[in-house]
């Protein structure tokens, strides 16, 4: 009989959306289901054309997010979405996250000492 899983190993939390820019730029694709151009989504998430390029790849290779180039008028434009498998394996994320947050807000410990008046 196999054993349970261990209540805090949390295996649903994807290593590929749990680095701080990926979640920006995911959390930033995930409200706008249109997509996001390729400046406006560096502007939201604070980073330079070479990390969001390179995060934006490793997005791209789980197949969470597809990116498509075009034109709008004459200039060349890079849109970035989220896929269908990258907007359910997201909402997966964030269940585990919230349970993450329920299971650490249950064990924290108010402060017992009494503050002076």
């Known amino acids: 009989m196999p054993s349970p899983e261990p209540p805090y190993a949390y295996a649903g939390l994807d290593r590929v959306f749990h680095e701080r820019a990926r979640l920006g730029i995911v959390s930033s694709l995930a409200v706008h289901a249109e997509g996001l151009g390729f400046s406006e989504l560096k502007t939201l998430c604070g980073l330079t054309d070479g990390n969001l390029n390179r995060h934006l790849a490793v997005l791209e290779e789980?197949?969470?997010?597809a990116i498509d180039k075009g034109y709008e008028g004459k200039r060349p434009l890079t849109r970035c979405r989220l896929t269908e498998q990258g907007r359910a394996r997201f909402a997966?994320?964030?269940a585990v996250l919230e349970e993450v947050v329920r299971k650490a807000a249950g064990t924290a410990q108010p402060n017992l000492r009494e503050t002076p008046a």
């Open 62 to 65: 789980a197949g969470f997010v």
């Open 92 to 94: 997966e994320y964030l």
